[in-house]
């Protein structure tokens, strides 16, 4: 390991993945506590059309996924509010259009783009902008949560008595989002669209199985964020499979160890 840290790349890899592994995990918690992980997903799928924008503009592809992705949830938000369509049926919709479209905008560049780095990230090809970038999602994330964490939790709760208390509801959930999209369109950079899906959710899924209360969960979901994120990438090193798949992997494992042993431990964390 100690060779390895002689390497910049390697530096901004381990950098990267502390940045994701003590946000993502945390942001992850109130995604499966407002039931709204699918519209993770469907705003990392998002990134297909971000990629090919970029490659069709000459722009960066990561100053683009933070206008796409926020307009994306904009959109999803409207189109919700307008046919009154189940939001597991709109973004169905919506992620199978933006797969499609951005898959052949993708294949219509006169130099493609490599779909498994868009799928897996370049964790090792992060530059110190990039760790910029990162730190300036997680440190815009963190003060949003804060601001909004008691209307989130409300909201989580019960939402119709949420807004019998006066919590402004739809314009608590449209920050919320496009502030999860921003999220999102950053993270993708470093580990891919896959693998920060996998963040969004697997780490707080299993902490959810595990504690008692809402702030065990936090302290376990940024825990197996980080013990993801730590083994994910020495396995990546170790053998020839991208960081971000092997991240997945691992957190995929830990969740199924904990729901095979402890299918109930957190039935009363809500």
Same mark, same amino acid.
Not at 84 to 87: D, E, G, N, Q, V
Not at 94 to 97: I, N
């Given at each position: 390991m100690a060779e390895w840290l002689q390497y910049d790349f390697v530096r901004n890899a381990l950098w990267a993945m502390l940045l994701l592994g003590v946000f993502y995990p945390l942001l992850g918690v109130f995604v499966v506590g407002q039931r709204v992980a699918y519209f993770g997903d469907a705003v990392a799928h998002s990134a297909f059309v971000g990629a090919g924008l970029a490659g !069709? !503009? #000459?722009w960066q592809m990561g100053d683009t996924l933070l206008i796409t992705a926020p307009l994306f949830a904009l959109m999803v938000a409207w189109f919700q509010q307008r046919t009154? !369509?189940?939001?597991d049926t709109l973004l169905v919709v919506?992620?199978? #259009?933006v797969s499609g479209a951005g898959i052949a905008l993708v294949n219509l560049l006169e130099t493609p783009l490599s779909l498994s780095a868009l799928l897996f990230g370049d964790v090792l090809g992060l530059e110190p902008s990039d760790l910029w970038r990162l730190l300036g999602a997680d440190l815009i994330g963190l003060a949003l949560l804060v601001g909004l964490a008691p209307s989130l939790i409300r909201i989580g709760f019960h939402r119709e008595l949420a807004q019998a208390q006066g919590v402004p509801v739809r314009l608590v959930e449209t920050v919320f989002l496009v502030g999860l999209s921003l999220a999102v369109a950053v993270g993708i950079r470093a580990v891919g669209i896959l693998p920060?899906?996998?963040l969004l959710v697997l780490p707080a899924s299993t902490a959810r199985l595990l504690a008692h209360s809402f702030r065990g969960m936090m302290?376990?979901?940024a825990g197996l964020g980080l013990l993801s994120l730590g083994v994910g990438f020495l396995i990546a090193l170790w053998q020839p499979i991208p960081p971000g798949a092997s991240v997945a992997v691992v957190a995929m494992v830990l969740f199924l160890g904990?729901?095979?042993v402890r299918p109930m431990q957190g039935a009363m964390v809500r």
């Open positions: !069709l !503009l #000459g009154r !369509l189940p939001a919506a992620v199978t #259009g920060i899906s996998a302290a376990w979901s904990v729901a095979l």
